[in-house]
């Protein structure tokens, strides 16, 4: 029989499950207050492509999270040490707000495409630039492949089915970098000191949030953000119960 083991870490995912845009969710700030005065060590993920982290970071401030900035991980610093590790020129297809992440790395003469949330830049022109990149032999990092999102407005459409379709044309796969690979989890614990046994993964979305932190030998626990798919939103999860199976 499986023994207990005591849970040493939390990864929180930020965009869903903490805020929705600018609106925190209803007792987000409070929950969070209570997993601090626990003994578990906290890191934020997000697969957010929209902002700069610094940008994400105010956000945060502003809708009174405590959080500092070297708890954060994102798919962008995911997809900016690739970039550096591959040593290549990236076309970067990201909101220009996320810009700030990429700051000196080389894109003239782009050898490489790297992708992520980009409405304004989702256009025949720009999409059919990156085609004929790939089909020159230029790699394709995504930075994520979310399917959405969801907005106040509601659900929107993510990077996912863009990525697809660039996939699709070319005849190419693309190396993601964000959730729900394990590379990203493992990537995010680095420095924290501990398992991914000891860990658990709280998000709202049961593919990219928990699906892939079990996948990378987490337990997942799926929240919600309104009366929709999930178990409990963040602001009831017991977090002084939760243990980790060994």
């Known amino acids: ?15 869903g499950t903490l805020h929705i845009e600018d609106a925190a969710v209803p007792g987000a700030q409070e929950a969070l207050k209570r997993l601090r005065a626990t003994s578990v060590m906290v890191r934020f993920v997000t ?11 105010e956000r945060l401030k502003k809708l009174e999270f405590d959080i500092s900035e070297d708890e954060i991980f994102t798919s962008l610093t995911a997809a900016r040490n690739l ?3 591959k040593q290549v020129r990236p076309m970067l297809l990201v909101d220009d707000r996320a810009l700030p992440d990429f700051k000196g790395i080389q894109t003239s003469d782009p050898n490489a495409v790297v992708i992520g949330l980009a409405p304004e830049h989702f256009h025949y022109q720009i999409l059919n630039q990156a085609f004929r990149l790939l089909l020159d032999g230029a790699p394709l990092i995504a930075i994520h492949k979310a399917r959405y999102y969801k907005r106040k ?3 929107a459409l993510g990077p996912g089915p863009f990525v697809t379709a660039l996939e699709y044309a070319t005849d190419t796969k693309a190396t ?19 398992e991914p046994e000891e860990t658990v993964m709280i998000g709202d979305d049961c593919r990219d949030d928990v699906g892939g932190a ?33």
Request: glycine fraction near 10%; charged fraction near 25%; proline fraction near 4%.
């Open 153 to 155: 407005d509601g659900l």
């Open 176 to 194: 993601v970098v964000g959730k729900p690979e394990k590379t990203f989890f493992l990537e995010a614990l680095r420095g924290t000191g501990c």
């Open 83 to 85: 970039v550096e590790q």
């Open 47 to 57: 697969n957010t492509t929209k902002e700069s982290k610094q940008d994400l970071l």
């Open 1 to 15: 029989m499986a023994t207990r083991r005591a849970l040493k870490a939390v990864l929180v995912d930020l965009s």
């Open 214 to 246: 079990q996948n990378a030998g987490m337990r997942g626990i799926l929240v919600k953000t309104d009366d929709g798919a999930g178990l409990v939103p963040f602001s009831s999860v017991p977090f002084s119960s939760v243990e980790c199976d060994e």
